[in-house]
T-cell receptor
Framework: AQKVTQAQTEISVVEKEDVTLDCVYE???????LFWYKQPPSGELVFLIRRNSFDEQNEISGRYSWNFQKSTSSFNFTITASQVVDSAVYFC???????????????FGRGTQLTVWP | SQTIHQWPATLVQPVGSPLSLECTVEGTSNPNLYWYRQAAGRGLQLLFYSVGIGQISSEVPQNLSASRPQDRQFILSSKKLLLSDSGFYLCAHGRGSTDTQYFGPGTRLTVL
């Protein structure tokens, strides 16, 4: 079974603070992909990053960074020097590629509402 | 570049009325297409997916149906809406089982 847990329902920070959004996943497949999406108030899901299960290299993109650790089944997302525009709901998602997995199906966590105050 | 459109953007419908939501994709061919619903509480639920024209797979039994009359068109329908059908409907496209899914702007449906 595939499962994604985002234990933090809501996080509030003040602008310029660093914030980490946690994501823990479960899968029995050895090949899988992990994603982060951002959902601003407009509602559209915006793709942020994709990692495959064979690449544990951490990634940095501007103020965003991702820490993938297979040993703890975690794929955490850190925003450095947060800004008001970062306020959104952030979703972590998993796609397994094993036999029996629905083609391309994404398993989403329930999301973390991030509010950045000025 | 690929673009995905959804309409209408918002819809208010009475219980028992029919529904038709449309999703179209530009800039790609033979995409995999997906319908998701996001109900209150933010969880995203996969409703239908399609790997080609006329090929529809359902993930959750309900009073909704989907059709794919053209390669880049995906339609979500219902003959009689229920109150529980209210939510935010998102269409997504991808290529193959390993590609990233990109989402449309969504349709906010309120059933009264």
């Amino acid at each position: 079974a595939q499962k994604v847990t985002q234990a933090q329902t809501e996080i509030s920070v003040v602008e310029k603070e660093d914030v980490t959004l946690d994501c823990v996943y479960e899968t029995r497949d050895t090949t899988y992909y992990l994603f982060w999406y951002k959902q601003p108030p407009s509602g559209e899901l915006v793709f942020l990053i994709r990692r495959n299960s064979f690449d544990e290299q951490n990634e940095i993109s501007g103020r965003y960074s991702w820490n993938f650790q297979k040993s703890t089944s975690s794929f955490n997302f850190t925003i450095t020097a947060s800004q008001v525009v970062d306020s959104a709901v952030y979703f972590c998602a998993l796609r397994a590629v094993g036999r029996g997995s629905t083609l391309g199906r994404l398993y989403f966590g329930r999301g973390t509402q991030l509010t950045v105050w000025p | 570049s690929q673009t995905i459109h959804q309409w209408p953007a918002t819809l208010v419908q009475p219980v028992g009325s029919p529904l038709s939501l449309e999703c179209t994709v530009e800039g790609t061919s033979n995409p995999n297409l997906y319908w998701y619903r996001q109900a209150a509480g933010r969880g995203l639920q996969l409703l239908f997916y399609s790997v080609g024209i006329g090929q529809i797979s359902s993930e959750v039994p309900q009073n909704l149906s989907a059709s794919r009359p053209q390669d880049r068109q995906f339609i979500l329908s219902s003959k009689k809406l229920l109150l529980s059908d209210s939510g935010f409907y998102l269409c997504a496209h991808g290529r193959g089982s390993t590609d990233t899914q990109y989402f449309g702007p969504g349709t906010r449906l309120t059933v009264l």
